[in-house]
Nanobody, 116 residues
């Protein structure tokens, strides 16, 4: 089992920045993919950014140039630096992990609210 604990959400004005953290614990040795998803009210959960072992990174078009995903393997933590935040970035952000066997895990979610 893998446990994911997120932190760093909150309320920020448009144009501001937040950094989300996701600390992984448990059977993390087989994890090869971590990322961030978000879900706004009335909308489907969508991929924001992901990072795969070996360094491949993907971003949703809506956040390219504003968000940066990174991973600190020594701390088993993945980060999402969010700059130039917009009201449409308001959502619950979920950390996600997957391993080489196809198992997936989700964090509990952290609320990000961007006021205009």
């Amino acid at each position: 089992q893998v446990q994911l604990v997120e932190s760093g959400g909150g309320l920020v004005q448009a144009g501001g920045s937040l950094r989300l953290s996701c600390a992984a614990s448990g059977s993390i040795f087989s994890i090869n993919h971590m990322g961030w998803y978000r879900q706004a009210p009335g909308k489907q959960r969508e991929l924001v950014a992901s990072i795969i072992n070996g360094g491949r990174i993907n971003y949703a078009d809506s956040v390219k140039g504003r968000f940066t995903i990174s991973r600190d393997n020594s701390k088993n933590t993945v980060y999402l630096q969010m700059n130039s935040l917009k009201p449409e970035d308001t959502a619950v952000y979920y950390c996600h992990a997957a391993n080489v066997y196809g198992s997936i895990w989700w964090g509990q979610g952290t609320q990000v609210t961007v006021s205009s």
